[in-house]
């Protein structure tokens, strides 16, 4: 199978990773999708669509997508979504929304805050194409309450 051919059934198939309070986690439904941002210009006018991500290739700009919904009759305290980040797609933007890992999701910050090993300095501050995993922390999910959480990562 070629490069672009596996990264783009990698993509297809992927699925991401979300942890949550136990008391929460049979109540908030949680659904993760990806998309490819494609460029068209027609008549001197260009538009941006999302599409399927097939056929990616480096450079491709990705949104990641997790949907989540409370269906249980409690509120959902503290509520922790993560997802990691694909080996093939680097992380393209910082929200203030989510905390980043840099180290396989074990210790979150923001990525000021972070610095990875450095075969010459022995280490370096963190980069976004050092971020392994995104965290948000929802501090209530109410019952009946759904919303989006989202980012953008860059196919390497």
């Not at 999708?33 to 480096?58: W, Y």
Request: hydrophobic share 40%; proline share 6%; aromatic share 6%.
């Amino acid at each position: 199978m070629n490069k672009k051919v596996a990264l783009s059934f990698g993509l297809a198939c992927m699925a991401l990773g979300f942890s949550a309070p136990a008391a929460a986690q049979n109540d908030v439904a949680l659904s993760s999708d990806v998309k490819v941002e494609r460029t068209t210009v027609e008549n001197g006018q260009s538009r941006t669509t999302l599409a399927a991500p097939e056929g990616v290739v480096p450079g491709d700009r990705l949104l990641f997508t997790t949907s989540y919904a409370n269906g249980g009759s409690a509120p959902a305290e503290n509520f922790v979504v993560t997802n990691p980040l694909p080996s093939a797609v680097r992380l393209a933007e910082l929200d203030e929304s989510f905390e980043v890992s840099v180290d396989g999701g074990e210790t979150f910050a923001a990525l000021d805050r972070l610095a990875v090993p450095d075969a010459d300095a022995g280490r370096r501050p963190a980069e976004l194409s050092d971020v392994t995993h995104i965290r948000w922390v929802l501090a209530q999910v109410a019952p009946g309450e759904n919303g989006e959480l989202s980012y953008y990562g860059i196919v390497r």
